[in-house]
Every structure is written in C-alpha cells, then in structure tokens.
C-alpha cells in the first residue's frame, strides 16, 4: 500500500519505529532534498516497510514522513533507492520479498515524481520492472542509456531463476518507459547482497564495482553493459559492507568507502583524477563505529551531499532490554576541495548533520 495521507502515515512517524537504516539521497533542480530508508517491526523481515522525508532548507530542517510504502504480508519492503533522471524526474525504487532474503518472486519496484519541487507530490502508480533486488543508483551512460544495478542474490532459494543469479544490469534505451535485462556480471566472492553499482570510464569501458566477502570485486564491459570479464578483486578493500561511487560534474570520481578500517567504521569520502587507478583527499566523514550504506548526489553548484546510517538498531530481534543504539541518518555536505584538503575548508559544508534519529527504546 502506498501512502501519502498525513493521517495514514502516523504509524510510520518516528515515535512508531524501533530501528531504522539502508538510506538514500537525493536533490532536485530546486534544492529539495530527498531522503529514503526502510523499517518495520524488529529487524529484516516480514513487516518492512519503505519512507521517505524531505528538506527546503538543505537539511537544517526536516519534514516527517511524506510517503510510506507497505506492500501486504508476507511480502516486505525493504532496500529504497531514490535517483533524479536527467529529465528531473524523482523516482523511488524499492524490492520486494517473503522473508529476510530476497526469494524469486517479489522483485524491483518503482513509483515516479514528475515534478518534485511542487508543493502537492503526485505519484505514479507502483510498477514492477525486474528480478533481483536494486538499492543503489542508475548509470546514464554517454549513448544516453539507462543501466540499472538489479542483482539476484547467490541464495540457493527454489524460487530463483537461476540463470538470472548474478550481479545483472537492466537497461532502458526510452528515458525509463520500457526495461529489460541487457548484462550479467558473476565476481567471485561476492556476498549475496550484491550492492552492485556501475561506472563509465573516459575510454568507454564500464566499471562495475560489487560487494564481496574481501571487500569490492570488479569486473569490466567493453560493449555497454552487454557482456563483462570474469570478476576480480579491485583492491579498494572494505569491510564487506555497500560504498558508493559516483563521476563527479568536475570529471573526478567520488568514492566513499570504509579506509583504515576496523570493522564499520571510517566512513571516508576519497576522489580519483585518473579513472580509479589512484586516490586522494580520504575526507574522514564519521569515525565512529557502525557507520554504513552510504548514497550520495550533487547540487547544480558542485556540492556533494552523502547520506548513511549508524547503529540501525535492528540488532536485538525480540530481545526487550533497552538498546542504547543511536539509530541515526546521518548526512554530509562536502565538496570536492573538502575531500582534497582532507578537512572542511568550505564554510557551508557539514559533517554528521542528523537527518532522521529515533529517541525511543526496544
């Protein structure tokens, strides 16, 4: 069920949530920002449910829950995306599932905002689009085609198509009216939860980074998106855990990754001036630990904003000893000289900005 009414949304509100984690972020043409993630009862499983909040005044402020997604038991929803098209057009992804891993029958889903800096949001009708489970950004590539990151995790389920159990792309060559599945990536030892996401280089290959066991696997297409090389290690390390990697309007690339890490902590905000063969800058976004997931965007004036979540708070199950977890979305306003100088050198950037925190105990 999707939800937009002030007085349904009141179950959502945070006073109601008990743990809360997996972000998104994203900005409109206007400056609205865009913030996504999921809860629901206890930890991952039936009862999940997606949210999404926003903020007019480049988060100082935040608005309570504007929209709630809810699909009947025993289904759950769980892993939004949110992403502004090169249209302007805010779209909202989420997957769908029985139980804690992804099954074969749920799958990706969307509803889309047409005009997002209106004051009334009017939503398209929730559309189902693909296999698998996708919880980080398309890629536009330069032909202008849409490659979006849907994997079938590598869970032995009855109910998976095998053939599909793979880091996979979709593809819409139409601005997002038709999708089909265009490539397959397989990089050994990824995690089951792929949290795959794809990057074109200036020499017209495209980078696919994956989550795996040692860190972030890689593989290569030469043919935009069609086929890709056996996987790899990329050497980026990581704490088996989602990054983020994105191509900056400057040309550089943006990578936010655990550095120097000991389990979740560090979250570090790096930059590439020759396409991912080195990096630079290692901005320290949040030291502390049970730092995770981040998801980025940027403003039409070069800002970067990266948002990520800290002790989610879906650890204790049914336990009812209070939890002392922080249960935080956290957001980072940045820019690329910030990340360079290893410091915040713009007067106007922030780090550690809560955008969502629940003061409630299990």
């Not at 892993?79 to 074969?104: A, K, Q, T, V, Y």
């Not at 490659?147 to 601005?175: F, H, T």
């Not at 990266?306 to 922080?326: L, W």
């Not at 940045?334 to 007067?347: M, Q, R, S, Y």
Request: glycine content about 10%; hydrophobic content about 35%.
């Amino acid at each position: 069920m999707f939800i937009t009414e002030k007085e349904q949304l009141k179950p959502y509100q945070k006073e109601n949530r008990l743990w809360q984690g997996i972000p998104g972020i994203e900005i409109t043409k206007g400056g609205r920002l865009f913030v996504t993630f999921y809860s629901g009862k206890r930890g991952e499983g039936v009862g999940n449910y997606i949210l999404l909040k926003m903020s007019d005044d480049d988060g100082y402020t935040w608005s309570p829950i504007i929209a709630a997604y809810e699909p009947k038991e025993p289904l759950r929803a769980f892993d939004p995306c949110i992403w502004m098209d090169p249209i302007g057009r805010l779209w909202w992804f989420w997957s769908e599932c029985e139980g804690e891993h992804w099954d074969g029958i749920g799958g990706v889903w969307f509803c889309r905002c047409d005009n997002p800096d209106e004051k009334i949001l009017k939503w398209t009708e929730p559309v189902r689009f693909a296999n698998g489970v996708m919880m980080n950004k398309p890629t536009v590539l330069s032909n202008g085609d849409w490659l979006m990151p849907c994997a079938v995790w590598d869970y032995d389920k009855p109910k998976v198509i095998q053939s599909e159990r793979k880091s996979n792309v979709y593809i819409s060559k139409d601005n997002g009216e038709k999708f089909h599945l265009h490539g397959q990536a397989d990089v050994v030892g990824r995690n089951s939860c792929d949290e795959h996401m794809v990057l074109e280089l200036k020499d017209g290959r495209l980078l696919m980074l994956v989550r795996t066991h040692y860190g972030i696997g890689k593989s290569y297409s030469f043919d935009m998106g069609k086929t890709w090389t056996p996987g790899e290690d990329s050497g980026l390390g990581g704490p088996c855990s989602r990054f983020y990697i994105r191509r900056l309007k400057s040309g550089r690339i943006l990578l936010v990754n655990h550095y120097h890490f000991k389990g979740r902590n560090n979250l570090t905000a790096m930059l590439s001036e020759d396409e991912c063969e080195s990096w630079k800058g290692f901005l320290i976004l949040d030291e502390r630990n049970a730092v995770s997931y981040p998801d980025g965007t940027q403003d039409n004036e070069g800002n970067i904003y990266i948002i990520y979540d800290r002790e989610r708070g879906d650890r204790y199950g049914d336990n009812t000893e209070n939890s002392t977890d922080a249960k935080e979305i956290l957001m980072a306003k940045v820019t690329e000289e910030d990340i360079l100088a290893g410091k915040l050198t713009n007067k106007n950037s922030r780090l550690q900005v809560i955008a969502d925190k629940l003061d409630n105990k299990i």
